[in-house]
């Protein structure tokens, strides 16, 4: 008779480990009549067998060595949520080798060696999924190569990092400052101890290369994302831009144009009548457009235990139905175009800008005098007196303008004596 069970191991039992391990526990009932076979957790890697011994059912299964788990036959499924590039690369890489399917949701990893995990799947022909490695709990990869796969797909943003959407809420919301704002989700549990990834775009930016790459069909990497992080914006920013009919979101936007693909992650004032601008507090959403569907949004929990092991039990339970119908390694890398990836410079934004002037005659002229000289048209504009050493308060949006042409605008800007200071600095998503 066939063996019903399907022996899988977890590398790593930190928050989706856990969460992974306690809802396959929870669909251990029904398992093999939603997908044929039962699959059971053989073995947990782990750092500290002691830390890890009150999580698991028995504490046996538990080890500290990966050869363990490589060397057993009976393995067919690894489980890698240790995070972090090296051992997990050097893991994954020999399980694919040996012929075992793998589950990743580590974004850092992917984001940079993508193609190199991809191709070794493809060679050893297994299954290398990672739906978790994007917006935690929302369905996003998997809509892209499947569901979406008959779009020419032009555009792919959203907000992909909830530590910093939670952020932003608080600074909307309750007019916190950064710093303020931050204390309260480090307190909260969403900020780790180390925000550096989260408050400075990065996390977003690795989530946007794999999106794009996916989107596309071409592959985008870490390195081709621009990065800008939240750490400037202030609550007078959010307060101005409530003023101009805007709210202030750190998106990660990935474009396809004729002359290729534009991927980046920054704050940017966006209509609060788009449906994104209410997306608050640690949700993520996502926002897809393509030729045929048009535009579709993803919605929902982008982070923490069970929405990130949903998402990991999903593939799990997708390569159990490709063994099951012998149909592994179906579908693979999707990277069969290789488009270039355009320079920030070279993409078109329209820009926010809070600057502090000598509050004096013919210095809006002399401002819209260097717009004009390269291109750059205001489209609203805020002006306060300030009363402070005789300044006055600017607040410009523009029209769409070229970036390189809007930095050079802005140099030439700051070396004139009547501006005193360039306060921020941010684009607007839209025309
Ligand atoms: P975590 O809580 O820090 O857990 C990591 C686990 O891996 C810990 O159990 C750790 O053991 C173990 N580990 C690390 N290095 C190891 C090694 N060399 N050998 C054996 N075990 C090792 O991390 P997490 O939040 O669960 O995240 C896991 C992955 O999921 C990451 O790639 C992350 O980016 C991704 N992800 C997380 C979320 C989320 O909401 N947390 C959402 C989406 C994606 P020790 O405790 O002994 O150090
Ligand atoms: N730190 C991420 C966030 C979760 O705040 O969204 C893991 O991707």
Request: charged residues 25%.
């Amino acid at each position: 008779m066939e063996n019903k069970v399907i022996k899988a191991a977890l590398l790593g039992l930190g928050t989706v480990g856990t969460g992974v391990y306690k809802v396959l526990k929870n669909q251990e009932a029904e398992m093999e009549a939603k997908i044929g076979r039962e699959v059971k957790i053989a073995k947990v890697l782990v750092r500290n067998l002691e830390k890890a011994a009150a999580k698991v059912d028995d504490p046996s299964i538990l080890t500290n060595n990966w050869e363990e788990v490589l060397n057993d036959p009976e393995i067919s499924i690894v489980i890698e949520l240790m995070g972090g590039i090296e051992p997990a690369r050097t893991y994954i890489l020999a399980a694919l080798n040996a012929g075992k399917h793998v589950v990743s949701a580590n974004k850092d990893l992917i984001a940079v060696h993508g193609k190199e995990l991809l191709d070794a799947a493809e060679v050893n022909h297994v299954d290398f999924l990672f739906e978790a490695a994007v917006a935690g709990g929302i369905p996003i990869i998997r809509p892209l190569k499947q569901c979406l796969a008959g779009n020419h797909m032009t555009e792919v943003m959203g907000i992909v990092n909830g530590t910093t959407n939670f952020i932003l809420t608080k600074m909307t919301q309750e007019g916190m400052e950064f710093k303020d704002a931050l204390a309260l989700a480090t307190e909260l549990g969403y900020a780790e101890a180390d925000p550096t990834a989260d408050i400075e775009g990065l996390d977003a930016g690795r989530k946007v290369a794999i999106l794009a790459s996916v989107a596309f069909n071409s592959r985008v990497v870490f390195d081709d994302v621009y990065i800008e992080g939240i750490t400037k914006i202030s609550a007078k920013d959010i307060r101005y831009a409530k003023e101009m009919g805007c709210d202030i979101k750190l998106l990660g936007v990935a474009r396809q144009g004729e002359d290729g693909v534009e991927a980046y992650v920054c704050p940017m004032l966006i209509p609060s009548s788009h449906p994104l601008a209410s997306v608050n507090d640690s949700y993520n959403a996502v926002f897809v457009h393509g030729d045929a569907v048009e535009d579709a949004m993803f919605f929902g929990r982008g982070a923490g235990e069970l929405p990130t092991a949903s998402a990991v039990v999903g593939d799990i339970f997708d390569i159990v139905r490709n063994i099951q119908a012998e149909c592994c390694a179906r579908i693979g890398c999707t990277c069969y175009k290789s488009l270039p990836v355009k320079k920030m410079e070279d993409t078109r934004n329209r820009y926010f800008i809070r600057l502090q002037v000598e509050n004096r005659c013919g210095v809006l002229a002399e401002i819209t005098a260097i717009f004009a000289k390269y291109q750059v048209s205001v489209a609203q504009i805020i002006q306060k007196e300030t009363r402070v050493e005789g300044c006055a308060e600017i607040v410009v949006i523009t029209e769409e303008v070229r970036e390189g042409d809007f930095r050079t605008a802005m140099s030439e800007l700051k070396n004139r004596a009547s501006i005193r200071k360039v306060s921020s600095l941010l684009r607007v998503y839209g025309k």
